[in-house]
């Protein structure tokens, strides 16, 4: 017994596939924020935004937790908020790509928001 596929059966199975091999992708090259590769590795932060932004990892935490965490900020700026902004290195890519770097935002001596901010 021979097992045939349709022509539409193929372009589903190839369109899951590739869906497939691209979540793996992901997953491969986004890293896991780890203190020790931020503070020693900068050129690759790039690969821990994502994870420090979707889990929230810094929200609740003080100026004071940040620094011991990340370091120095790369720049501090105030107004009725402060932000530290960090350097993240920039990813890969086939195209020129802005600088890249990571917002915290404080309110209260408190992170209250996280996010990705471009040059």
Wanted: hydrophobic share 40%.
């Amino acid at each position: 017994m021979r097992f045939k596929l349709k022509r539409n059966n193929k372009i589903g199975l190839f369109f899951f596939m590739a869906f497939v091999i691209s979540l793996t992708l992901i997953y491969v090259f986004e890293e896991q924020f780890d203190k020790n590769t931020w503070q020693t590795d900068p050129l690759t932060r790039y690969k821990m935004v994502d994870d420090i932004i979707e889990k929230r990892v810094f929200i609740g935490k003080t100026k004071q937790e940040i620094i011991s965490l990340l370091g120095e900020p790369y720049e501090i700026k105030s107004s009725e908020s402060n932000y530290f902004i960090y350097k993240v290195g920039t990813p890969p890519s086939f195209f020129k790509t802005k600088k890249q770097f990571l917002l915290i935002v404080f309110n209260n001596q408190e992170v209250v928001k996280v996010s990705q901010a471009e040059e």
